[in-house]
């Protein structure tokens, strides 16, 4: 008979639930092996001072959950269970987070969206809790449309609007919603989302990005039925897409029918000038915008959205219902009142004037201390690209950077792309001079 050495906290009560969880782990560590049988419930209650009751209760609930067999005749024995040990949440730990397009997150406004947070709880009525509607709360698509008419001159009505949770999950559904796609995407591009646009079901062909943006003649040429780009600010590059471009792209999707998908991840940030107008508000039949507050606010908050023509919007509605039933109401209207009270205007003008002087304090210290790099692509964004001299090796000088405490990726080329939100000016220029020669 098996030495079970359970131990109990006797004031701490539900004995039996102490006695099954203590039985249960041992199974699990192995301590207690398959085929080994337990001592009949009476003389367990005995030695451990309990009722029988409670050891009953205890075996009947592990032979429930699969842990124990009981069998007439032969007693209480331990199942042989195979026991699955849950993969280390260390193996993911290295893909997420440090990225070079993270924001400031110590500068995430806490008071202010606390404060919208709390209004919110006090003034929404019992029924605006139950499940919203799966395109999102109709005060978050109309606060949605009037801020992209004026901020990014899109062309924006609150049925045309779709809330998701973020520019990827926007894409997703669009790829899906379209069906079988020939996908164009960019030259670089962002690989992060290759393996979601793969998944939804396009097929991509790499069109290249020069400094115009990308090569709409090639786009033209690849047969494809949509194309995924970055106008306002090429990922990596820099590059803004030229009105020339923007004239040939539109004429090539109207001609077409293609579908042109602008991500839309980072325009609130321009530093030199003002921003250009998204392409949705030139072509709003054949553009689907997307965006979000991952850069804006956090990306933790799993918070973006669509603008598309209505009919595509109405059918992604309906897809994002048949899919998972739509975004938390409760941070829905937490970001509409955000929006609707200025404090999201005003978050991005102070983080604005950061990003900028701390883009320039990066510019400057890679000047001092490697001018044979050339650094690309315009003032905007919370990344910068920069081209290395054909001899050197990207990944060394990322791996470089990264040491020095920079966020930074290599990207064939040599170039490299380096983060400039996360630090203050004088931390980011102490990090170059601290890298070594390549
Ligand atoms: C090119 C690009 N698009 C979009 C996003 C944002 O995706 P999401 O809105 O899903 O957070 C990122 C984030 O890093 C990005 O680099």
């Known amino acids: 008979m098996a030495d079970l050495h359970l131990s109990l906290d006797r004031q701490a009560g539900g004995l039996a639930r102490q006695v099954a969880g203590e039985l249960r782990e041992a199974v699990r560590t192995g301590r ?10 009476r003389d367990l209650a005995r030695d451990l001072a309990v ?24 007693g209480t024995t331990v199942a042989a269970v195979t ?12 893909e997420f987070g440090g990225r070079p397009t993270s924001p400031d997150l110590g500068a995430f406004p806490r008071q202010a969206w606390g404060a919208a947070y709390r209004h919110v709880l006090a003034t929404l009525p019992h029924d605006a809790l139950d499940y919203g509607d799966p395109g999102g709360v109709p005060e978050l698509r109309g606060e949605l449309a009037a801020y992209l008419r004026r901020v990014r001159a899109a062309r924006a009505e609150p049925e045309n609007v779709v809330v998701v949770t973020g520019v990827a999950q926007g894409l997703s559904l669009v790829v899906q919603a379209l069906g ?22 396009a097929e991509l062909i790499g069109i290249p990005v020069d400094d115009e943006g990308i090569d709409v003649a090639e786009l033209a040429r690849s047969g494809a039925t949509a194309v995924l ?6 990922y990596p590059t820099g590059v803004v897409l030229s009105p020339r471009r923007r004239a040939e792209l539109i004429s090539w999707a109207a001609r077409t ?24 508000g030139l072509a709003p039949n054949r553009v689907v915008l997307a965006g979000s507050v991952s850069k804006a606010l956090a990306p933790g908050l799993r918070l973006g959205w669509l603008v598309a023509p209505v009919s595509l919007a109405a059918e992604l509605r309906k897809f994002r219902g048949e899919f998972d039933l739509g975004s938390p109401v409760l941070d829905q209207y937490t970001l509409a009142h955000f929006i609707a009270t200025g404090a999201y205007d005003r978050h991005l003008r102070r983080m604005r004037r950061e990003y900028r002087a701390r883009r320039d ?3 400057g210290a890679l000047a001092e201390r490697f001018p044979e790099v050339k650094v690309c692509g315009i003032s905007a964004g919370l990344h910068l690209f920069a081209e290395l001299p054909p001899e050197w090796d990207a990944r ?28 203050p000016g004088h931390r980011l220029a102490g990090a170059v001079r601290e890298m070594r020669s390549p």
């Open 180 to 201: 079988p796609l020939r996908l164009a995407t960019e030259l670089p591009t962002s690989e992060r989302q290759t393996p979601l646009l793969r998944r939804a079901g």
């Open 257 to 280: 029918g293609a579908t042109v998908l602008e991500d839309d991840y980072d325009a609130e940030f321009r530093f030199d000038r003002e921003p250009v107008g998204c392409l949705q």
């Open 83 to 94: 026991i699955e040990e849950p993969a280390s949440p260390a193996d993911a730990s290295g």
């Open 229 to 234: 780009l970055t106008p306002a600010h090429h």
């Open 361 to 363: 304090a990066l510019v």
């Open 32 to 41: 207690l092996p398959a085929g080994t049988r337990l001592p009949a419930s």
């Open 396 to 423: 060394t000088f990322a791996a470089e950077a990264v040491a020095a405490g920079l966020a930074a990726e290599p990207v064939d080329g040599p170039a490299v792309v380096i983060g400039f939100a996360r630090w």
């Open 51 to 74: 009722s029988r009751g409670v050891v009953v209760e205890a075996y009947e609930q592990l032979v429930a959950e699969g842990f124990l067999e009981s069998r007439i005749g032969a």
